[in-house]
């Protein structure tokens, strides 16, 4: 046999990068789903009668399954015991289910005055329904998640992984950001507000596909380490090593990290279009000849991603700073959410401004934050240690913004405005700017913690992850 056969795929720059190129189109589909109902939040109001509460439930559904029926510990199981093809397979077949009850709700008009009572509580059948979809595509997409990080450490360890979860993640980001600039405007030229969770829903399936064109390149992967290769022989998963995950202090801190940094920014995402029409008045202007949608100003923040995302990782890969570049990205969010919290700050370019360098932040910490997991936690544990992450994270995904939905029916509305013949409330921003400062706070301490323990258990996170 040749030595070219017995050369693992995963030294050939060419197959890697081809993986991480289908598995990262896969998410990219899938994150535009995600985000695709946050421009949409007034004209929810407007045409489907929604308000800031049933938005809030509608937007923490996506945790409710992932939190309370430990369904991303059970992905998370599944994928060290069955391998990344068969969960892989799974989660995006759940995204596909979660669509499509998530777009017959938004576009059933039958069901928006339909209410289900149940003892002393009354539920809006359009939202609920809706939110049914959110959860069960929430579960598909974080186990997805967890398993395209898990197939990029298969593929790129001990070479370029922060480069690489860095570009998974920037592609992620540019379904944010089409969900962001494109959402409204498709919603506004069909005028039929479920239009884009259509086209997010035909996106989604083209991204199964694309992930069952990588499973031929992950059997060929598996062949040619089968053969030549002990590398990637380990002892089996299991369940007692969950014990060991949950002993480790490097795992807690990291996994708290998470939800703190991510609370102050996916749920951030999901009122910023609203934020921009009340507190900047940026809801439909002409600059320089171009239209700007209240969705146009937060898509600068997945815009800054795209290209710093890769760059952070790729500098974590040469020169490591792992735990310092946490921190930095800390503070930025602090300071950046700070500043958005201030009533008088309300023009046009400090929002600009601002989502820019929120854009910063954000590309800091996840470029760090993920390839450091596996200086922490072994290769055969790296499933659950992520899916267990990942659940942590969902309390903030599903909490927060219910939090600030609750926030702005019950403690911000200073008026309501009339458009296009309807009514929509007016919401002053400061309060909930405030939460978000909170976490951003939070994070800030924690992600100082963990340097501190790097330095006392030596994970190496300020070490080169690139091994000559």
């Known amino acids: 046999m040749t030595d070219a056969i017995k050369r693992s795929l995963r030294e050939s720059k060419a197959a890697r990068w081809t993986a991480l190129s289908i598995v990262s189109f896969t998410m990219m589909c899938g994150y535009f789903m995600t985000d695709v109902m946050a421009p949409l939040k007034p004209m929810l109001e407007s045409a489907l009668g929604w308000n800031s509460e049933n938005y809030g439930v509608f937007t923490s559904a996506y945790g409710w399954f992932n939190v309370f029926f430990l369904m991303l510990f059970f992905g998370g199981l599944i994928l060290d015991k069955t391998g990344v093809r068969f969960t892989g397979v799974l989660s995006t077949g759940l995204m596909v289910v979660g669509a ?3 777009y017959w709700a938004v576009s059933d008009a039958t069901l928006q005055a339909t209410s289900w009572h149940f003892l002393w509580w009354t539920a809006n059948m359009q939202v609920w329904m809706a939110s049914l979809g959110f959860a069960i595509f929430g579960v598909g997409v974080e186990v997805a998640g967890i398993t ?57 399936c083209i991204g ?11 059997i060929r992967l598996d062949r040619s380490e089968s053969v030549g290769n002990t590398e990637s022989a380990e002892d089996p998963f299991r369940l007692a090593d969950i014990g060991v995950i949950f002993r480790s202090n490097g795992f807690w801190l990291i996994a708290i990290l998470c939800v703190l940094f991510y609370s102050a920014v996916f749920p ?4 910023a279009p609203d934020l921009m029409v009340n507190k900047f008045h940026i809801e439909d202007f002409v600059l320089f000849g171009i239209h700007i949608k209240s969705g146009d100003v937060p898509a600068m923040l997945p815009m800054g991603t795209l290209i710093l995302t890769p760059f952070f990782g790729n500098l974590y890969d040469r020169i490591g700073k792992g735990a ?7 503070l930025m969010i602090l300071v950046i959410h700070a500043l958005f919290s201030i009533p008088g700050l309300d023009h046009a ?21 993920w ?12 499933g659950t240690a992520y899916s267990l992450i990942f659940w942590i994270q969902n309390w903030g995904l599903m909490g927060v913004p219910y939090l600030i939905g609750w926030t702005l029916d019950r403690h911000c509305i200073v008026g309501q405005k009339i458009v296009e013949g309807k009514s929509q409330n007016v919401y002053d921003y400061t309060l909930p700017m405030v939460i978000f400062t909170a976490f951003g706070l939070a994070a800030l301490i924690v992600a100082l913690l963990f340097k501190r323990e790097d330095k006392r258990k030596k994970y190496g996170l300020e070490m080169p992850n690139i091994k000559k």
């Open 208 to 218: 199964l596909i694309s992930f069952l064109a990588y499973i031929v390149m992950d």
């Open 349 to 369: 370019w400090v929002a600009l401004t601002l989502c820019i360098l929120l854009g910063v932040a954000f590309s800091l910490v996840p470029s760090a934050m």
């Open 371 to 382: 390839p450091s997991v596996p200086k922490i936690i072994p290769h055969k544990q790296l």
């Open 100 to 102: 499509v009850l998530k």
């Open 324 to 330: 310092t570049i946490m921190i930095a990205g800390s």
């Open 148 to 204: 395209v990080t898990k197939i990029i450490v298969k593929w790129f360890h001990g070479k370029e992984m922060a480069l690489a979860m860095g570009l998974q993640v920037a592609m992620a980001r540019v379904g944010t950001l089409m969900a962001m600039l494109f959402s409204k405007r498709i919603a506004d030229h069909f005028d039929i507000v479920s239009m884009p969770v259509l086209l997010a829903l035909i996106l989604l």
């Open 268 to 271: 951030f995402l999901k009122y």
